[in-house]
């Protein structure tokens, strides 16, 4: 099961508890995971054809189970980006605050649908990582954290203003999702620095191996 954050100040601090919760440590953050263990059905619209025109995605709840229907003609960042739409309208507890139970991923956007973008971003893409990684460049955090060039691009500007700001970690909630990040971080930056080394380092002399053909491997 799952609990709801609405109750909490921004969607900012929603995405943190919903990491916490569901022991995010690691990116890209594993949203079909996330919807498994919360006991959320994840649908590919070709199985029941249930998407409108102009729509790509929806949370739909039948009085006993939310079901996300995502377009699955899109690329593996967008239909990921849709799916962290869809469990931000489940988790912020949209339906209790507006009076449908089914919410719809569009170019046209309402209140609640912002709020589940910002839901989506900070889920998929915790700032403090990318600080602590110092990738802010948009190549390189849709790579890191699996989302579209146009939310890379958008973040990349984002992180401009907060690196400016350094005021990461005044939050409780982000700390506590540091400490848990904090192994994951260690090893992605090592392996950058050791492959840094290696494309710094000149070139090992060529040595010919003798292969013992009984036992090659």
């Not at 919410?103 to 589940?116: G, I, M, V």
């Not at 989302?147 to 401009?160: C, G, K, Q, Y």
Request: aromatic share 10%; with cysteine.
């Amino acid at each position: 099961m799952y609990d709801y954050y609405g109750i909490y100040a921004s969607c900012r601090d929603a995405a943190w508890r919903c990491q916490i919760d569901f022991n995010i440590c690691s990116l890209p953050v594993k949203v079909h995971a996330i919807a498994k263990r919360a006991g959320i059905r994840i649908i590919k619209n070709k199985d029941v054809s249930e998407l409108r025109a102009g729509e790509f995605g929806v949370s739909i709840n039948d009085g006993y189970q939310w079901t996300i229907i995502y377009d699955d003609r899109m690329s593996l960042p967008e239909s990921r980006l849709v799916v962290a739409h869809e469990l931000g309208h489940i988790f912020l507890g949209h339906e209790y605050r507006y009076p449908i139970s089914r919410f719809a991923f569009t170019n046209r956007k309402h209140s609640f649908e912002r709020e589940a973008d910002m839901f989506a971003v900070r889920l998929l893409a915790p700032a403090f990582v990318r600080h602590e990684l110092k990738i802010i460049d948009a190549d390189g955090i849709a790579a890191l954290c699996g989302i579209p060039m146009s939310v890379a691009l958008e973040r990349s500007r984002r992180m401009s203003v907060l690196e400016s700001r350094s005021r990461y970690y005044s939050s409780p909630l982000e700390k506590r999702l540091h400490e848990r990040f904090l192994p994951w971080i260690t090893a992605v930056a090592g392996r950058e620095m050791r492959s840094e080394l290696d494309e710094n380092s000149e070139p090992e002399p060529e040595v010919t191996a003798i292969i013992d053909s009984e036992h090659p491997y």
